[in-house]
């Protein structure tokens, strides 16, 4: 049986007439970093607040580490920590002195424990350094690690993080995406946001892909890439001929190569050194895979940003 992180069954949202989310089943397996990729307004912050009891679902089925929600919502949550929405720090307080008051805002956190935590968690993200600086003068980075220092007071199962790099710098990008790395290194599940494929592609085991509302894709990274469709290019002596005697269909392309349609798994080795022992001369061989963008674009008809 897979253990789930996060499970919906046919989740949906509408505000008024406007279905912002159209009946989503989503499976995240704990262990994964799992990306939820979709342009703005596709209903990803909506769907995260609605696994959060942020916002009430209009139908369909939530679980949450193996808890209903939102029936079951104060078991899940102290194990899953979220960063959704930068939280409202106080800009003339230090960072160590937010943490402690939001941790002392949690009705149920352990106040002997608190300055430990705090700490450890401060620790975690890399601002030991920076404790006792007021957030004011933190980069957009920093404050965002604080975030995240703050999803972390408590031991943490789940981190469900809302677009974590919006906004950061290349730095602040760097600083946030190695900090989720080595958090999920740890063994913590991460479902995260974003509307960016190169964020997702660098980061993530496993993606689902929403597009207004729906989610049209979902599976490991490497189960998308394989589902485009792959292509032979060859060129070589006497190649067209000795295609099609083993059933490929070659189409001529430029200059002296031709390219056919093949099964995700094809052999190229296999066929290489069959031909070579046929006698052929191969002057090129390769297998070409569309890009996941390339991919998603034929499921979604829109573009993803694709800033690295
Ligand atoms: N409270 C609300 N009332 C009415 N419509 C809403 C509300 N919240 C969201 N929507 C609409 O639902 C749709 C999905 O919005 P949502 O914020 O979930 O998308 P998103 O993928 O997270 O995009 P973004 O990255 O811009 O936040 C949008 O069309 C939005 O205008």
């Known amino acids: 049986m897979t253990d789930w992180a996060i499970r919906t069954e046919n989740l949906t949202k509408v505000f008024g ?11 995240v397996q704990r262990g994964s970093i799992f990306g939820f990729l979709g ?7 909506t769907t995260i607040r609605m696994l959060l009891g942020l916002a009430e679902a209009t139908s369909g089925e939530i679980q949450l580490l193996g808890k209903t929600i939102p029936k079951e919502l104060d078991a899940a949550l102290p194990r899953v920590g979220a960063l959704v929405e930068g939280p409202a720090f106080y800009p003339y307080m230090s960072g160590r002195n937010n943490l402690l008051r939001m941790d002392a805002a949690d009705r149920n956190s352990d106040p002997a424990t608190r300055e430990r935590r705090v700490d450890a968690a401060l620790e975690r993200v890399g601002l030991s350094n920076a404790a006792s600086k007021k957030v004011h003068a933190y980069s957009l980075g920093m404050k965002q690690r604080l975030g995240l220092a703050n999803a972390l007071l408590k031991p943490r199962d789940l981190l469900i993080l809302d677009e974590p790099t919006n906004g950061l710098d290349p730095q602040g990008t760097r600083e946030v995406r190695n900090l989720i790395r080595s958090l999920a290194a740890e063994g913590i599940t991460i479902f995260l946001s974003s509307h960016l494929l190169s964020e997702i592609e660098q980061l ?5 892909v929403m597009t207004a509302g729906n989610i049209v894709a979902q599976g490991s990274l490497e189960e998308l890439r394989a589902k485009g469709e792959t292509r032979l290019v060859i060129a070589g002596s006497g190649i067209e001929q000795a ?8 189409k001529a392309r430029t200059g002296e190569s031709f390219v056919c349609e093949v099964s995700g798994d094809f052999d190229v080795a296999a066929l290489n050194s069959e031909l070579v022992g046929a006698g052929h001369a191969i002057t090129e061989i390769r297998l070409e895979r569309p890009s996941l963008e390339e991919y998603f674009v034929d499921l979604t008809g829109e573009g993803f940003e694709v800033v690295r």
């Open 39 to 45: 342009p703005n307004g596709s209903g990803k912050t």
């Open 243 to 250: 295609l099609r005697e083993r059933g490929l269909n070659p």
């Open 17 to 27: 007439s406007q279905k912002a989310v159209g009946g989503i089943s989503l499976e």
């Open 204 to 208: 993530c085991s496993h993606l689902a």
